[in-house]
Structures are given as structure tokens and as C-alpha cells.
């Protein structure tokens, strides 16, 4: 008989980046949760796969190891700055009597360990290096997809080019107008001797020539060349036609929220497919393309086919309605979140598991404790 199991994926993500960084502008936070079954309402995703991964280091969150002599030489030199005196040989004599030392029993120095491992949630990250991974590994699992598609008879070469059978277009999105700029090289690829490409080359001409030598100087100036010649596709219309009609509607509820990670791409869905339902989009039956990547690097590229009825679904969403709602902070309150000093909930909590409390006693150091917080009556 048929299945009737259903799964549930639930994600949620923080990006946190440090004050006054280039990433800073992107932060974001949210989380969500869909269902998987057969015979979906809203999307069904056939098995068709295409990946790409690479090991990079274009982001990352680091565990730092921190000596707890590191720790106290840096207490010491605090204290010079602000004029207390330190007697010479002080930090030699404090590590020799830690041992013994109650202090042992107590914060950074109950492990008794000489290393305190330090994580944070702003990542180490270089932009426009991590733009390129982007790239190149979304280039790379469009064409292994491709590549499985023709392998399955879902796509052939005398087919349409898929990004022209695609309605709509759904990307991984760190900031709302990632996809615009990053999605060019993947146009190209698939375009290339069409009509529309031989109109995009007669307009800027043709991609930079890969060197012939392969040095370090070389690959540099040749990938700053690429990156130029990307921007100099989204700028022309032919580029801009295809981004308003397959992927712009997705940027619409980034732009608001900022980067979810992990959500990002589930949120570009979302917002597509209730732009599409306030505009009585035509979609149903149609193909849309996904493209998630995750830092470090990896990419894949998959589809799914709107359902019948897929309306019924999106009408109950009010994504919109409810970003709307939300409450207009000050900077100052914003910097004491960041900092983690914000002592009360800006919004009091309302049908919803709220902390109430950190522990700071012993043992008990760190123990969170939660509180069901009755919903709010309007």
C-alpha cells in the first residue's frame, strides 16, 4: 500500500558577525520546518542529484586554544595600563601556585587544564574569496547535474537549456542580492551559443583568456579578470531580464531578514512562492531549480515540480504579513545583543519557551533554564 510516513526537517541558524565588519550588514537569524511525504502538496523533488565539493577555507568558526598563562600575562598587562604596578616575575609565580590555589576550582581555571578552548560565532572569512568558492561550486554541480539529468532521460542537448525550462530559480542566500551577482557564471555556462549569449557577447565581448602558464600572478590577475567579466554580465539586459523573471522574487524576504545559513535557501522558497501567489502566478506543473552551497566548499543542484494546489499551501504562510510585524530596535539595543548584554527580552516572550536563567553558582556554571511563557493575549 502506499506510504504514508511523513518526516520532518526543522532548521535554524544564526549569522553573527563581528561589529563593524564587512559581513556584519548580512546578519541575520530565523528557523523553520517543512515535511516530507509521498505524493507532496506543494513541490516534489525527483532523484536527481548534482554536487560539487572542494576543500577551502574561505569560512570558518575556529575553536581557538587560549594558554591560561596567555590569560594571566594579559590580566597583568591590563593592569599596568591602568596604573597599578606589576613586580617583575609576577606571572612565574602566579602559574606555580595555580595548582594549589583555590582559584583552581573556579571559572576558566576548573579544568585544570593549561589550555581554555575559546569559540565564537563570528566566523573567520575572506569575501570575495568565498564569492569565487560560491561560484565555482554552483558552476560545477549545475554541470554534474546536467550530467545526471542526461544520464536519467530527464534532459538531453537538443532540450531546451534548464535554466530556460526553470520558471523559477531558487538560491542559497547570504545577502539578498547574492544570487544576482553570483549566478552569471552558471548563465554562461548553460547559454553559451544561444541567441541570448551571442547578444551578451556582442555587448561585452568575450570571457578572459585562461593563461597559458599557470603561475601564482597569473591565476590572480586572471581570476580578478573573471570577476569583472561576471559584474559586466549582470549589468546587461539580457542578464537582468532573466534575474527579474527567475530569481529575484526570492531575494525579496532576504532582504528583510538577513543570512539564515542553513535557512537561506528554504527562505528564498518561501518568499518566491508567496510573491508568486500574491502576483496569480501561472507556476503550477512548472520546474524550479534549487542551488544550495555551504562554505568550506560545497554545492548542490536539484529540482522540484510545483504541485497542484500549491496555493492552498502557500496562502497559510502570511510571510509577509508577519515580517511586518516585527519591532524596530535602536542601535544601542542592538549592540548589547550582539555583545550579549542585553539583560531583558526586547519583546516579552509569548507562547513560547523563554531563558529565565544562567547559572553561576559551581558545578552548576553555565546551566541554562527555561520557562514556558503563556501566549499574550492582544
Request: net charge neutral.
Amino acid at each position: 500500500g502506499q506510504d504514508e510516513r511523513i518526516g520532518i526537517v526543522i532548521f535554524s541558524d544564526n549569522a553573527k558577525y563581528d561589529l563593524g565588519s564587512s559581513g556584519e550588514y548580512t546578519q541575520g537569524a530565523g528557523g523553520g520546518a517543512l515535511l516530507i511525504r509521498q505524493n507532496p502538496r506543494l513541490l516534489e523533488i525527483p532523484d536527481c542529484w548534482g554536487v560539487s565539493t572542494t576543500p577551502v577555507h574561505d569560512f570558518f568558526k575556529p575553536r581557538r586554544k587560549v594558554t591560561i598563562r596567555s590569560v594571566i600575562s594579559s590580566v597583568m598587562e591590563l593592569a599596568q595600563e591602568a596604573g597599578q604596578s606589576v613586580k617583575k616575575g609576577i606571572v612565574e609565580r602566579m602559574i606555580r601556585h595555580l595548582p594549589k590555589s583555590t582559584v583552581r576550582r573556579l571559572g576558566i581555571f576548573a579544568h585544570g587544564e593549561e589550555t581554555v578552548n575559546v569559540h565564537r560565532d563570528e566566523p573567520v572569512f575572506d569575501g570575495q574569496f568565498s564569492n569565487r568558492c560560491y561560484q565555482e561550486a554552483v558552476r560545477q554541480a549545475f554541470h554534474n547535474f546536467k550530467q545526471h539529468a542526461e544520464r536519467q532521460g530527464r534532459w538531453s542537448l537538443e532540450d531546451e537549456k534548464l535554466t530556460k525550462q526553470w520558471s523559477r530559480i531558487i538560491m542559497h542566500l547570504p545577502y539578498a542580492f547574492q544570487a544576482k551577482r553570483m549566478f552569471p557564471d552558471v548563465f554562461r555556462h548553460d547559454r553559451t551559443g544561444t541567441p541570448i549569449w551571442d547578444d551578451v557577447l556582442v555587448e561585452i565581448g568575450e570571457p578572459p583568456m585562461i593563461p597559458s602558464q599557470k603561475t601564482k600572478k597569473n591565476i590572480e590577475q586572471f581570476e580578478k579578470e573573471m570577476d569583472a567579466y561576471r559584474r559586466a554580465i549582470s549589468k546587461t539586459p539580457e542578464y537582468l531580464h532573466f534575474h527579474s523573471n527567475k530569481i529575484e522574487k526570492g531575494q525579496r524576504a532576504s532582504s528583510l531578514i538577513g543570512n539564515q545559513y542553513t535557512g537561506s535557501i528554504f527562505l528564498a522558497l518561501m518568499s518566491t512562492l508567496e510573491s508568486d501567489l500574491e502576483e496569480n502566478a501561472d507556476i503550477e506543473g512548472t520546474y524550479f531549480g534549487l542551488c544550495g552551497y555551504g562554505s568550506g566548499a560545497k554545492a548542490k543542484v536539484f529540482e522540484a515540480i510545483v504541485q497542484p494546489g500549491w496555493e492552498e499551501v502557500v496562502s497559510r504562510w502570511h510571510l509577509f504579513e508577519r515580517l511586518a510585524g516585527r519591532v524596530a530596535i535602536d542601535h544601542l539595543t542592538y549592540e548589547n545583543l550582539h555583545k550579549g548584554i542585553q539583560v531583558e527580552s526586547v519583546v516579552p516572550p509569548s507562547g513560547e519557551f523563554a531563558l529565565i536563567n544562567v547559572s553561576e553558582d559551581g558545578l552548576y556554571e553555565g546551566q541554562r533554564t527555561y520557562k514556558w511563557a503563556a501566549k499574550k493575549r492582544k
